[in-house]
């Protein structure tokens, strides 16, 4: 996990949910955020949080990353504009360092997904540095569960695309070299909506 760094995006207005979801109470204790740390810090790296609220960056300064060292808290800038402008943030901010970038809204995920993710990664770090590895569930891609080399040649292409007005994770994607990787689908689901989080409700 050589130069690899979590990279946590918790930063959504939960429109469609109707609350913050990175605060809702979730099944195995604490909230929706904290289960996402707790996720991360199972892996020895250190973590980042980007978020522009307040609360939680708070509810993050009470916990360790898998170093056991304080999580580094980001705020997000405005114009925040979707996750790609998020990941010029944390690329730019962590220059050539591997970013293990996860929602906050999949409350599902396991340990073992994110084992398996960052072991694919690895296995082609030394002959293909650049290639981005991105989580995909049998049906669709997820690619806000994904590993970005933040290598001087896709902070540019990244730079360039967002220069130019794009703002959609996809379609920059259509401009690089991206690898998916097969993972168990009933972890990788995304929470947007009430009837999505079925079962996490207190």
């Known amino acids: ?38 996720r991360l810090a199972a892996l020895p790296v250190p ?5 522009h609220h307040r609360a939680h960056r708070d509810l993050a300064a009470r ?14 800038p405005a114009p925040r504009q979707g996750p790609l402008l998020a990941l010029q943030r ?15 809204d999949m409350p599902w995920l396991e340990t073992a997904a994110l084992e398996a993710l960052v072991a694919a990664a690895d296995r082609a770090a030394a002959t293909a540095p650049d290639i981005i590895h991105l989580a995909h569930d049998g049906q669709r891609l997820q690619p806000l569960l994904g590993i970005y080399p933040a290598r001087a040649g896709l902070r540019r292409g ?18 690089v070299e991206a690898v998916d990787v097969l993972l168990p689908a009933g972890g990788l689901r995304n929470a947007n909506r009430p009837d999505d989080a079925t079962g996490l409700w207190p």
């Open 1 to 38: 996990m050589n130069g690899l760094r979590a990279c946590l995006l918790s930063g959504g207005a939960s429109r469609r949910m109707g609350r913050d979801k990175a605060l809702l109470p979730h099944p195995a204790g604490g909230t929706w955020l904290e289960f996402s740390l707790g």
């Open 47 to 51: 973590i980042t949080l980007l978020s």
């Open 63 to 76: 916990h360790r990353d898998g170093l056991g060292d304080p999580i580094e808290l980001l705020e997000e």
């Open 90 to 104: 944390l690329m730019d901010h962590h220059p050539d360092q591997r970013l293990l970038l996860c929602p906050v």
């Open 158 to 175: 990244l730079a360039a695309f967002t220069a130019a007005g794009g703002r959609r994770l996809q379609d920059w994607l259509q401009e």
